[in-house]
């Protein structure tokens, strides 16, 4: 575990240097938000029709932005060759998986965390129950990196890995977009974490088991 963290610790140093996915990731949740904002313009005022609508708006952004960070995840190792580099060091190949959706996971965190305020400033909304939103949506993002990277791992070398990844991901994140927008729409309708237990549970098993299948399947990918 002791290697997964040095592994994410490099990937997130090297990003908060240069910034470009990051950079990327905040401006594109920022033109999302602001269409979202442009089209229901006519409802900013109107509390309850917004608290519907916040939900499935801030997750679209999301799952959105998710695939941006994740389509880029092995790209740069990838083109330098690096990651002919990690294959060779004495670590277990889960254990690249497990740093790589952690550093990835953080990232998307911190973005989505800054969507947050954004949304509430564009459809003048106060968010309600923050720490319990940020309970969703880290369990959310870990559902939706799990089993993103492994088809990023696979798809990466394809010509049309970009527009492959995105058809291929969708239809898996299913099973977490729909609790988490549930749940999300119960917290901001002024819910308490007791009314959200059945969604977190299955948010933390769609993670456990794919976070599982993804790692054993990851050494046979990476390995082509």
């Known amino acids: 575990m002791l290697k997964s963290f040095h592994i994410a610790i490099k990937d997130l140093r ?17 033109i999302v ?14 509390m309850e ?33 690096c990651i002919d580099g990690l294959r060779m060091c004495p670590v277990d190949t889960g254990a690249i998986y497990t740093g790589k959706m952690l550093s990835t996971i953080i990232l998307l965190f911190l973005v989505e965390m800054i969507v947050i305020p954004l949304f509430s400033i564009m ?22 990196v799990c089993v993103g990277l492994l088809l990023s791992a696979i798809t990466i ?13 969708f239809p898996l994140i299913i ?21 959200i237990i059945d969604e977190l549970r299955l948010l933390g098993v769609y993670v456990i088991i794919f976070y599982v299948i993804s790692r054993i399947l990851f050494e046979y990918t990476i390995q082509e």
């Open 175 to 195: 099973p977490v977009i729909i609790p988490a927008v549930i749940s999300t729409g119960k917290i901001l309708a002024g819910g308490s974490i007791s009314d």
């Open 14 to 30: 090297s990003e908060f240097r240069t910034k470009q996915m990051l950079n990327s990731m905040i401006v594109f949740s920022l």
């Open 33 to 46: 938000i602001v269409i979202f904002g442009i089209s229901f313009s006519d409802l900013i005022g109107n």
């Open 157 to 169: 070398n394809s010509r049309s890995g970009e527009l492959l990844l995105p058809v291929l991901l």
């Open 49 to 81: 029709i917004i608290e519907q609508l916040a939900p499935g708006v801030l997750w679209i952004s999301f799952a959105f932005i998710a695939v941006i960070a994740i389509s880029r995840s092995f790209s740069d190792e990838i083109k330098n060759r």
């Open 123 to 144: 459809f003048n909304y106060t968010i309600q129950g923050v720490p319990e939103l940020a309970l969703i949506i880290f369990l959310g993002t870990a559902g939706i």
